[in-house]
Nanobody, 123 residues
């Protein structure tokens, strides 16, 4: 299996940008499609975006499209999530996850999860 550790979260003002990183260890990262999710207090975990095993294709949730960039470097065992034009409603814990099959957009589609990194956007 693969172990995932997120980093890069923090406190940022509205309009700013953050780049989150997900470091993988264990099995080869290129074996997995990778997704990003977020969970705000009192809300369900929601899909943000995903990237294919090779990194050739990405998929973003419509509500955040244009503000997100997901990338991966399989040689360095990392996946990144760039969020631009941050809004207070982006405040959440952000998680990376690894999927064995396909390019899912649901929590159930992902087998492995990191512990999450907190992003707080001030107005």
């Amino acid at each position: 299996q693969v172990q995932l550790v997120e980093s890069g979260g923090g406190l940022v003002q509205a309009g700013g940008s953050l780049r989150l990183s997900c470091a993988a260890s264990g099995r080869t990262l290129s074996n997995y499609a990778m997704g990003w999710f977020r969970q705000a207090p009192g809300k369900e975990r929601e899909f943000v975006g995903a990237i294919t095993r090779s990194g050739a294709s990405t998929y973003y949730v419509d509500s955040m499209k244009g503000r997100l960039t997901i990338s991966r470097d399989n040689a360095k065992h990392t996946v990144g999530l760039q969020i631009d034009s941050l809004k207070p409603e982006d405040t959440a814990v952000y998680y990376c996850a690894a999927a064995n099959f396909g390019l899912p957009n649901t929590v159930r589609g992902y087998a492995y999860w990191g512990q999450g990194t907190q992003v707080t956007v001030s107005s």
